[in-house]
C-alpha cells in the first residue's frame, strides 16, 4: 500500500504535466520593499485576540525556476506580527504561485496539514495559478523554515495554552499575508481568499471568522469546537494523556481550547462564500464537529465524501476541481452533495 507522501509525490509529478513544462517562465528580478496593514473599517469588531493596528512591514520576494508555462513562482518572506523566544519562527515564510500576464486576479491564501507535508498545498497552488489565481502558500508557525533548531516548540502542542498561542500567530500572519498579496498589483483585492486541508482548514475558518477581507473560504477536511476534537480524534491522543497527566479535565480542556474555536467567530454572511469538503467517516476530525462549524457559518454548501480523513485521497482531484471552480475568476460553488454522516 503505498503512503500518503508517496500518492502525494506522484499527484505533484503528474500537476506538473497538467500546467505545463514545455519551457520554462522567464524569472522575474528579485524584489524588496513595505507595505502597509490598513485596519479594515470594521476592524473594532475583530475580536481582540485577532487584531491588527495600522503598520507597515518589508517583505522580501525572491524568484523561484519552474518549467510551468502559465505561472511564475517565488518565494516571500515578511515578519510576524507576533514576537516569539523563538527567532526561526519570528519570519514568515511564503511561496507565491502567481499566473503568468495575470491582472485583476483572485488572491487566495493555502495553509497546509498537520504532519507539514507542503507538497499537497504546492499541488492545489499550481491547480489554482494555472486557472488564473494567484495562490501564497503560507508555512505556519513552527512548521518548516520556522522551526527553531534544537527547539521543542511546535504549532499544535501537547499544551493546549501553548496550541492557542500558535493558532493565534498563524491567523495574524494570515491577516499580514493577506495584506501583502492584496498589495500586488496583479491581483484584485476585493477577491481574496483562504483555503486549507485538515489543520490549515480549522485555521482558515478561524481566519476566515475573524479577517473581514476574505469573501470566499474553502475548507477540507475540518471542523470545529476544537475541544471536542481534541477530546475524541485519534490523532490527538498524546494530548488528551499529556492533559489528564497532568491533573486536567475533559472541561478544563474545551475551556483551554476556546479561544481559538473557529465556531465561536464563525457567523452567516451574505457577502463571503463558504465551501466545504469533508469526510462522512473522519477519524481525526469527527463529523459531528463538522456539523457544527457548517451550522455556525449558515450552512453553506458542502460535500460529503464516503470516506476517512485519509482515505478521502481518493477523492483529491475530485476536491481540487471543485476547489478551483470556486476560486476562480467567476467562479461559485457546488450544490452541497454526499450522503451526511448518521
Known sequence: MH??????????????????????TELTPARSGSVEFLPADTEASVPERFQLSRHSFDFQQMPVATTARNLRMSKVTFPSPVVTPHEA?????????CPVDAQGAPGVIVLHIMG?????????????ASKGVAALFLKMPYYGERRQPGSPARMVS????????????????????????????????EQLGIMGISLGGITSALAAGVEPR????????????MGEVAWTSEELEPLRKHWLEKGGSKESLFAALAPVDPIRYARPDPARQILMLNASQDEVVPPVCTVALWKAFGEPPI???????????????????????FFRPGGNAPKSAGKPPA
Open 3 to 24: 503512503s500518503a507522501r508517496t500518492i502525494v509525490m506522484w499527484m505533484a509529478t503528474i500537476a506538473l504535466l497538467i500546467v505545463g513544462s514545455a519551457r520554462a
Open 89 to 97: 519562527n519570528n519570519t514568515v515564510h511564503c511561496e507565491y504561485f
Open 116 to 128: 507539514g507535508d507542503f507538497d499537497l498545498s504546492r499541488l492545489f497552488c499550481r491547480a489554482l
Open 158 to 189: 501537547l499544551d493546549p495554552h501553548e496550541t492557542v498561542q500558535g493558532m493565534t500567530q498563524a491567523v495574524l500572519d494570515v491577516r499580514q499575508a493577506a495584506a501583502w498579496l492584496g498589495a500586488q498589483q496583479e491581483v484584485d483585492r
Open 214 to 225: 476574505f469573501h470566499k473560504a474553502c475548507l477540507i477536511l475540518a471542523g470545529g469546537d
Open 303 to 325: 460535500i460529503w465524501w464516503e470516506a476517512g480523513h485519509y482515505s478521502a485521497m481518493r477523492y483529491i482531484f475530485d476536491g481540487m476541481a471543485k476547489t478551483v471552480e
